[in-house]
């Protein structure tokens, strides 16, 4: 089935025309890259977002002119950093096997949770978890020190009193 076209010629809607008709419109200098399009899909455009036409040369802007722009410009804004999740992940297991395993498996979570938000582009929430999985980590492996060093003083005691 033929693609067909309506076209804007002065604020009337013209048209249908064929891809033939298009492209001789567009050659004769009727249609420019500025006129806009409508095809019986129900899309529309402009004509200079059409691949393969070819326009005359006096409906092309000079070099010196801007060109009209039809997208968005691109984001110019530094892209939000993602934060580190995967170290929080190791040290939340090492936390839990060897030192204090509640506040190990809650920094897992945390972690777990992190990494998840950073695949979702929630960088800010993930920064806060990371922040908690930090926390924990921290300390569980102190109160785990604390608690060989008791144990350490506790069996010396025991072994010195015998």
Not at 61 to 79: A, E, V
Not at 143 to 151: Q, R
Request: aromatic residues 8%; proline residues 8%; hydrophobic residues 35%.
């Amino acid at each position: 089935m033929a693609n067909h076209y309506y076209y804007d010629n002065n604020g009337q809607k013209q048209g249908p025309i064929t891809d033939e008709e298009l492209r001789n419109l567009t050659a004769s200098g009727v249609i420019v890259p500025q006129t806009r399009l409508e095809h019986d899909s129900g899309k529309q455009g402009f004509a200079s977002q059409v691949p393969g036409l070819c326009f005359a040369p006096q409906s092309l802007p000079p070099n010196n002119s801007p060109q009209p722009q039809y997208h968005s410009p691109p984001n110019t804004s530094s892209p939000q950093q993602a934060p580190n999740t995967t170290g929080y992940l190791i040290w939340s297991i090492i936390t839990t096997l060897c030192c204090c395993i509640p506040l190990g498996i809650v920094g897992i979570i945390f972690s777990v949770q992190a990494s998840t938000s950073v695949k979702n582009g929630r960088f800010d929430e993930a920064t806060a978890q990371c922040k908690t999985a930090f926390w924990c980590n921290l300390i569980g492996m102190i109160v785990g020190f604390i608690s060989c060093i008791i144990g350490i003083v506790v069996q010396l005691a025991i072994e010195n009193s015998n």
